[in-house]
């Protein structure tokens, strides 16, 4: 018998993924609940009432009337949720929290509409919630497909601990789900109790770097296509990123060994391209035969400047090496979190109330929860 699990996808302008998302997902719901629509800095991608301007919604309307027959989805918009100008409040917060607060399964699954899963990945994840129902987060490590489906972004911003919340490139993605919980924030993936308290943590799995016989990944198609990629650079400035603005609008310019090297700078990182061998989960391959059929008309971006590089032995050589050295940086990140812990810890443990009391506010309270902890 399947676990109860509630997908909860956040969509807006998901074409070409969305119908190929909810084929792959249906097999294993409980439900799935999509929340569409834009915050008001995605308001240039968007219609004026804030809604896919690629047909999403249309898209996600048909799948329930045709493709449907156990009533699984659940279309949110802006207006069911009392905001009648079409537009979610914030920066996609609100959105998790909608299908947070509609889910009646007993885990939650937060999935973008370019995140995918390997049958059997699914079915090994769906074996373990059965057998480990004491869990309460999954997380899981991606591939990063980027310029087309043959080819995969490596680097130091997918094991950096500021990217996802979580060191070594893992995304929170599954949460044990019951009455009183709520969904706190989108960046990272956070659940709390009732009153507020992060419950994230406990009892936290990663089915890729911890197997368990199982090594599951997510396969992240987020940057395919100019008009899923160059868009995006206008939001993350307007959130005030302009250094990650100006890596998406170069998105179709031509690559040379050193711009090669900074496919992504997040945090001052070095991310390289590298060739992906192996197999795809079925629905993209599906997806992938119509477009080279024409049933899906979305133009790809030229390869031919990825192709060279990855023919380059000078690029091999230098991605090998900063492979390497991003690793080695990772490491000390973590030994010195590791310390930082451990010293924080040992203040907590043996400073005195009357120099604790002397502290500003945030760190007296800091220190009181972690003592409380340690009793």
């Given at each position: 018998?399947?676990p109860?699990?509630?997908?909860?996808?956040?969509?807006?302008?998901?074409?070409?993924?969305?119908?190929y998302n909810?084929?792959?997902?249906?097999?294993?719901?409980?439900?799935?609940?999509?929340?569409?629509?834009?915050?008001?800095?995605?308001?240039?991608?968007?219609?004026?009432d804030?809604?896919?301007?690629?047909?999403?919604?249309?898209?996600?309307?048909?799948?329930?009337?045709d493709?449907?027959?156990?009533?699984?989805?659940?279309?949110v918009?802006?207006?069911?949720?009392?905001?009648?100008?079409?537009?979610?409040?914030?920066e996609?917060?609100?959105?998790s929290?909608?299908?947070?607060?509609?889910?009646?399964?007993?885990?939650?699954?937060?999935?973008?509409?370019?995140?995918?899963?390997?049958?059997?990945?699914?079915?090994?994840?769906?074996?373990?919630?059965?057998?480990?129902?004491?869990?309460?987060?999954?997380?899981?490590?991606?591939?990063?497909?980027?310029?087309?489906?043959?080819?995969?972004?490596?680097?130091?911003?997918?094991?950096?601990?500021?990217?996802?919340?979580?060191?070594?490139?893992?995304?929170?993605?599954?949460?044990?789900?019951?009455?009183?919980?709520?969904?706190?924030?989108?960046?990272?993936?956070?659940?709390?109790?009732?009153t507020?308290?992060?419950?994230?943590?406990?009892?936290?799995?990663?089915?890729?770097?911890?197997?368990?016989?199982?090594?599951?990944?997510?396969?992240?198609?987020t940057?395919?296509?100019?008009?899923?990629?160059?868009?995006?650079g206008?939001?993350?400035?307007?959130?005030?990123?302009?250094?990650?603005?100006?890596?998406?609008?170069?998105?179709?310019?031509?690559?040379?060994?050193?711009?090669?090297?900074r496919?992504?700078?997040?945090?001052?990182?070095?991310?390289w391209?590298?060739?992906?061998?192996?197999?795809h989960?079925?629905?993209?391959?599906?997806?992938?035969?119509?477009?080279?059929?024409?049933?899906?008309?979305?133009?790809?971006?030229?390869?031919?400047?990825?192709?060279?590089?990855?023919?380059?032995?000078?690029?091999?050589?230098?991605?090998?090496?900063?492979?390497?050295?991003?690793?080695?940086?990772?490491?000390?990140?973590?030994?010195?979190?590791?310390?930082?812990?451990?010293?924080?810890?040992?203040?907590?443990?043996?400073?005195?109330?009357?120099?604790?009391?002397?502290?500003?506010?945030?760190?007296?309270?800091?220190?009181?929860?972690?003592?409380?902890?340690?009793?």
């Open positions: 018998m399947l109860k699990i509630t997908f909860g996808l956040i969509v807006l302008n998901g074409e070409p993924f969305t119908r909810l084929r792959a997902l249906y097999p294993y719901a409980h439900e799935i609940i999509v929340v569409e629509g834009a915050s008001p800095k995605a308001a240039h991608v968007a219609t004026a804030g809604h896919s301007i690629d047909g999403t919604v249309d898209i996600v309307r048909r799948f329930m009337a493709e449907d027959p156990e009533h699984k989805i659940i279309l918009t802006a207006e069911d949720d009392g905001h009648p100008n079409g537009f979610w409040p914030g996609k917060d609100q959105q929290q909608a299908y947070a607060r509609r889910a009646t399964g007993d885990w939650l699954w937060q999935i973008d509409i370019d995140e995918f899963y390997l049958p059997e990945d699914m079915q090994n994840v769906c074996g373990f919630l059965a057998s480990h129902p004491q869990t309460t987060c999954l997380t899981f490590n991606a591939y990063h497909f980027w310029g087309g489906f043959d080819y995969l972004v490596e680097g130091g911003l997918f094991i950096n601990h500021n990217f996802q919340g979580e060191p070594w490139g893992a995304y929170r993605r599954l949460f044990r789900w019951a009455p009183g919980l709520q969904y706190l924030t989108h960046r990272p993936p956070t659940l709390g109790d009732a507020g308290n992060d419950i994230t943590a406990r009892q936290k799995r990663n089915l890729t770097r911890h197997p368990y016989g199982m090594p599951v990944r997510m396969y992240h198609y940057n395919l296509f100019p008009k899923q990629v160059i868009p995006k206008a939001y993350y400035a307007g959130l005030g990123q302009k250094d990650v603005r100006q890596k998406f609008e170069r998105f179709d310019t031509q690559l040379d060994e050193q711009s090669g090297l496919i992504y700078s997040h945090y001052g990182t070095y991310n391209l590298q060739r992906f061998d192996g197999q989960p079925p629905v993209i391959e599906h997806l992938r035969a119509d477009l080279k059929t024409g049933q899906i008309a979305i133009p790809m971006r030229q390869t031919n400047d990825i192709e060279q590089l990855l023919a380059s032995q000078t690029y091999r050589r230098t991605t090998a090496f900063l492979q390497q050295i991003e690793l080695l940086r990772e490491h000390y990140r973590t030994i010195q979190r590791i310390v930082r812990r451990f010293a924080t810890r040992q203040v907590a443990r043996f400073l005195p109330r009357a120099i604790m009391r002397r502290l500003p506010v945030h760190m007296q309270t800091k220190l009181a929860h972690i003592r409380g902890t340690l009793q």
